[in-house]
């Protein structure tokens, strides 16, 4: 697009930008619900067959960053962080939904879970930067049109001449066809 602006001639190139949030902290905490819930058949799947939490959480790791890096929504990343790890604590640690705090392994499988999901929105945010393109803006002068010595006019009768819409516009150019 070129674009003229007080005499100087700028080329702008915009390739695209894009968006640092695809969505809000209550809309991402909402989709975020239901990946955790969807991430805990996967997580289910690890405990029974590892016959351990840590692969569990492991997986349950992979699915809040793999959500925040998605959503690059630092906020709804940490309300689905905390939402696996009620999930996490309710039906693998204590059975049948049952919410307790074991003091320091639940404050490890609450630290993994939120680290992992900042991580991956904060992996999100520098991937979408690293894809936005900037704008790139090239000035060139505009060529100066010189008037010969006899037909100078003083300042003020100048003035008054550009300042009139019939003067002020440059006559155009003749152009010839692109073969």
Not at 25 to 40: D, I, Y
Request: include cysteine; charge should be positive.
């Amino acid at each position: 697009m070129l674009i003229r602006s007080g005499g100087v001639l700028m080329v702008v190139f915009r390739r695209g930008l894009v968006r640092r949030s695809v969505a809000g902290p209550a809309t991402s905490s909402a989709v975020g619900f239901f990946a955790v819930v969807a991430g805990m058949v996967p997580t289910a799947v690890a405990v029974w067959w590892s016959g351990g939490q840590v692969a569990g959480l492991v997986v349950l790791c992979l699915v809040a960053g793999g959500y925040g890096f998605a959503v690059r929504n630092a906020t709804g990343a940490l309300v689905t962080a905390v939402l696996g790890w009620m999930l996490f604590n309710g039906f693998v640690v204590h059975s049948h939904g049952d919410l307790g705090w074991n003091g320091s392994g639940d404050t490890v499988r609450l630290a993994a879970l939120t680290g992992a999901a900042l991580l991956g929105a904060l992996l999100g945010n520098v991937r979408a930067t690293r894809l936005e393109r900037p704008v790139v803006v090239e000035t060139t002068p505009a060529p100066r049109v010189e008037q010969p010595a006899g037909d100078r006019q003083p300042r003020e009768e100048l003035a008054k001449s550009a300042s009139s819409p019939e003067v002020a516009v440059p006559p155009a150019r003749a152009s010839r066809p692109v073969a």
